[in-house]
């Protein structure tokens, strides 16, 4: 009965079934993981959509660069920059937000003005002079 129970096992694992079931774990954890970022994606979307539009006052305090790198191959790659920005507003609180590239180029640490925004979407920056 041993022996029996060894070859069940080592077929099992020797077998097609095997790697058909590893197949579909990893092919449902990878459309796990996509469904699970539009469903957040879909959850930001509506947040921002569902705040007021507020201008207010704010001082620039801070900006960063994300750099992100992907490589195909040894001659095939490509990166990708996020660029972000914090404010602080009159009441003393901060609040960070990711512009595009020409915002980011544009904003200076200490500047005074006017901050625009919905939610976490971020919508403009009017400098004071």
Not at 39 to 52: S, V
Request: hydrophobic share 40%.
């Amino acid at each position: 009965m041993h022996s029996g129970m060894m070859e069940m096992i080592d077929g099992f694992f020797m077998g097609d079934g095997f790697f058909e079931l590893f197949f579909f774990i990893i092919l449902f954890a990878i459309i796990s993981v996509f469904c699970f970022i539009i469903f957040n994606g879909l959850k930001e979307w509506k947040y921002n959509n569902n705040q007021p539009e507020l201008t207010v006052a704010a001082i620039v305090v801070t900006k960063r660069m994300d750099v992100s790198h992907s490589s195909l191959s040894d001659t095939n790659s490509s990166s990708h920059t996020t660029y972000y920005v914090t404010f602080q507003v009159e009441s003393g609180d901060r609040m960070e937000f990711m512009v595009d590239g020409k915002d980011y180029s544009q904003i200076v640490e200490e500047d005074k003005g006017k901050l625009n925004f919905k939610g976490r979407r971020f919508l403009g920056f009017e400098r004071r002079m």
